[in-house]
């Protein structure tokens, strides 16, 4: 099962009993669905708990005759797709003339009306996600999307969503295969969309999986730096190990200043050593800066033949 059929899973658990907000989740389903209209009401879901909750709601709060649908999708697609209906047209017409709307109506828009208050609000916005909304696996990347069929139900979804003052939600628009598309794309906005309809599981796996990967990238961020560190160490170690070996050859170790010959000899027993460390077991000991001027000093010895 995807993350997003999880979440979806979550919110059809939710045991809500005040009747204005079931009502208001209800509304959040048909008016995002397939068909909702005054003489036919079709709502189809890939999710079978979603069909599940739709079932529930309309059988108790208005009790129309329906009529359910299980389609196997065809190879292209995997899966189920679930078709839920209002048989008689006379229960169609009641329950959307219940919202406020009615046929002579050009296009559909969102009815405050039956959003009396901030939990009803809420509930709407959890059945227009349970209907066409998704969440892709915060192991792959943050989005989370409400995919509507038209611009107005879109406009006053974003317009209801910037209004919810306990979050800060800054929803984007885009237009996608004649589809009016809502969307989210930073963790923040997610996890706070997640818990605002009622699914705190889903935020906590959000937020657990953006803490992974920011430790992940920590981690890898300081091996990276630690690579490239050993790489320069090595780097300069075998410059100077092949000046050292040259002097050696040529001019005779015992022939230079006793510190620059102190520090050829650590270094020639001790290739792999940093800077730092090279300054450390120095006797006395002296400084990164100190060890780095020594053998400098130490390079400028080095005349490599023509």
Known sequence: ?????????????????????????LYG??????????????????????????????????MPILEKQSVLRT?????????????????????????????AEVTLRVNRANLPGDEAAAGFVRGAFLCCGSVSDPE?????????????????????????????????????????????????QICDLMTYIGAPRGAMEIMGAKAVKQVRNNINRRINGEVANIGKIASASARQLEAIK?????????????????IAYLRLENPEM????????????????GANHRIMRLMDYYKKPD
């Open 29 to 62: 389903m048909l008016l995002f669905g397939k068909k909702f209209s005054s003489d036919s009401i079709v709502f189809t879901t890939e999710n079978k708990h979603v069909c599940k909750r739709a079932s529930m709601l309309l059988e108790n709060l208005y």
């Open 274 to 289: 940093s800077l730092r460390d090279l300054g450390r077991n120095l006797s006395p000991p002296i400084s990164r800066s």
């Open 246 to 262: 040259y002097i050696k050859a040529n001019i005779g170790l015992e022939t230079l200043p006793e510190d620059l010959r102190e």
């Open 75 to 103: 190879r292209a697609v995997e899966g189920r797709l679930y078709r839920l209906s209002v048989v008689d047209s006379g229960d169609c017409k009641r329950i959307f003339e219940d919202f406020g709307h009615y046929k």
């Open 140 to 188: 792959k990347n943050y989005h989370a999307e409400f995919c509507a069929p038209y611009r107005n139900i879109s406009q006053d979804l974003c317009r209801l969503l910037t209004e919810v003052t306990e979050c800060d939600f800054t929803p984007k628009t885009v237009v996608r295969n004649g589809n009016y598309v809502v969307y989210f794309k930073g963790s923040e």
């Open 1 to 25: 099962m995807s993350f997003s059929s999880e979440v979806k899973k979550e919110l059809c658990s939710n045991e809500i009993f005040d009747r204005e907000v079931l009502r208001a989740e």
